[in-house]
């Protein structure tokens, strides 16, 4: 589904990632854990395709289709969805009409009449009751005045409601009381499926206990330093960073 393939980038003349290569295949879930600056962001930024990013090598393909190439509308009507770490706001447009707007784009991309206005809000009404949305946060201006675990929420129903192939949730955990944690949690599990995949930025195992990831991977100034199974969540948060950069040097003065 996803293949990135020695993906280099900068901003502003600073180099970023330095080199990352990920697979992603359909039915699974990635987690990607790393210290701050690390390039976790950059890296979902890239993928989505906002412009202040440069891509200096490397390639991306998505389905098949070289995503580097596509806009980011091309790349959320393909299937790939980015849930922001902090998610905007934007005031005059209500989320309802937003949720409509994109889902009418998305069936059009894919060759599909837009729902009736009926089919649309019972589709609505399921899809709030997987995130346990307050019905009234969905009349409202999209995330405008909503408390930080509520956009947290939202980004989870835009996502149930536009079924995306691929979604990307960046550091989705933060700012999340333990309740709004675990409705976020189940809202992507009930989502999973055998035909779509999640890349998950953390910096807590504590999300990895709620959905649990197939691979861990570890980003460290711009580089996948280390990949493993969900049981290296737990080793890092035991350990810390330093473990890893400590074993890799090791490593490196072995080899010599
Ligand atoms: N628009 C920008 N202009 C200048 N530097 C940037 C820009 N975006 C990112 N950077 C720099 O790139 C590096 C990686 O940032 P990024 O936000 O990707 O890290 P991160 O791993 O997501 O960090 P955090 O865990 O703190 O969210 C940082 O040094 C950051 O300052």
Redesign the pocket.
Known sequence: MLNINNLQTS??G?E?LKGISLQVNAGEIHAIM??????????ASVLAGKE?YEVTGGEVSFDGKDLLDMSPEDRAREGLFLAF?YPVEIPGVSNINFLKTALTEIRAYKGLPPLSSKDFLKLLKDKQEVVELKASLVNRSLNEGFSGGEKKRNEILQLAMLEPKLAILD?TDSGLDIDALRVVASGVNKLRSENNAFLIIT?YQRLLDYIVPDFVHI?YDGRIIKSGTKELALELEEKGYDWVKDELSAAASHSL
């Open positions: 901003v502003e600073k970023i790393g210290p701050n600056g690390s390039g976790k962001s950059t890296l202040s770490q550091e910096h980003l």
